[in-house]
């Protein structure tokens, strides 16, 4: 519901009446613990797109006209690599959203996103209309690359400029596991540079498909809480630190491989990425919250040997398990020192 919230905030600082977009939804903005089915989310998205003349939800100082979104993805999809796409989808956007500033920069095996704040979105840093600004673009621009490439990438962490949300428990599904709340005006997004090189693979007919739907469709893309995905994730995880292949998962949701793939493939995903980033996401989690060895947290993972693991994990962050618990350490011990 945080989401919804936030989606509707421009509207509420207009004083603008939203009870006419969310009948018919079974949407209650005053039950804050309930959850929004992501069919309606994304129809509410459009309705409120339709109802205010702007795909910016009314959270900027200028409108962001409809067809915005359309043409982000065509001049984006002539791109040869996601580099280059979200280059011009940063120049695109410095056009249409002035007040929100895109970047990439690259380090040797890390990248980053950023989203900077050129103009105060809001009188209070933690206003949602500011936070959900944050969380929009982020979400776009992930889920869209995620389109383009025909994959999931994985975000490794983020930075978000704001106190950390009631809702923020849910950055997990949508983001990361490794959500960071700090203060200041720029969103950072870190994850492996080699997505970067990565090449387009959608075309024309593929956009068209696409589009019908969006720009609320996008919601529903990419998402680590969708059902096929999630069911498979979950057997995956309660299995460990037995290595379910895809057709023990298929069998067990009484499903053909076949049939399987292509409900994953119609989420966004795949078997080898689900088990991937479930790995990841644990490992990084037992890294960073236990002591537990490295040879302990790859068998509990399932992987055959340690070595494997190191392969692995070092795909995945561009370091050594034990570095990055290093890393981590030092960065502990900075922040504390600065906090004293």
């Known amino acids: 519901m945080g989401f919804v919230s936030g989606m509707l905030s421009g509207m509420l600082h207009r004083n603008i009446d939203t009870a006419p977009l969310l009948t018919g939804l079974d949407i209650n903005l005053a039950d804050a613990a309930s959850r929004v089915p992501v069919d309606r989310y994304a129809t509410l998205y459009n309705l409120v797109i339709g109802e205010l003349q702007d795909e910016g939800f009314g959270l900027f100082s200028a409108p962001m006209r409809p067809g915005s979104f359309e043409f982000l993805c065509r001049g984006m999809l002539g791109a040869p690599t996601l580099a280059d796409a979200l280059d011009r989808a940063r120049r695109f956007l410095s ?26 979105l809001a009188a209070t840093p933690d206003d949602p209309a500011r936070v959900f600004a944050f969380e929009w673009l982020l979400r776009l621009l992930h889920s869209l690359s995620c389109w383009l490439v025909g994959r999931g990438l994985a975000l490794d962490a983020v930075d978000f400029p704001f106190t950390r949300p009631p809702h ?4 997990a599904l949508v983001y990361t596991e490794r959500s960071a709340f700090v203060a200041g005006t720029q969103l950072v997004a870190r994850f492996n540079a080699t997505l970067l090189d990565l090449p387009i693979r959608r075309d024309e007919a593929a956009l068209v498909a696409f589009l019908d739907g969006a720009p609320g469709r996008i919601s529903m893309l990419y998402r680590r809480d969708r059902n096929t995905v999630t069911r498979v994730r979950d057997l995956i995880r309660h299995a460990l630190p037995v290595s379910l292949s895809q057709d023990d998962v298929a069998g067990r949701l009484h499903m053909s491989p076949r049939t399987l793939h292509r409900r994953l493939e119609e989420e966004g995903s795949s078997f080898r990425g689900i088990k991937e980033a479930l790995r990841r996401d644990l490992a990084l989690s037992r890294l960073t919250k236990t002591r537990q060895s490295i040879a302990q947290v790859a068998a509990d993972l399932g992987y055959a ?7 692995a994990f070092t795909g995945w962050t561009g370091m050594s398990p034990e570095r990055y618990r290093r890393q981590l350490a030092q960065e502990e011990t900075v922040n504390d020192h600065d906090k004293a």
Do not use: C, M
């Open 168 to 171: 923020a428990d849910d950055y």
């Open 305 to 311: 040997d340690t070595s494997a693991f190191y392969r």
């Open 95 to 120: 056009i249409v959203l002035p007040d929100l500033a895109v970047g990439v920069q690259r380090h040797d095996n890390r990248a980053e996103l950023h989203i900077s704040e050129i103009a105060p």
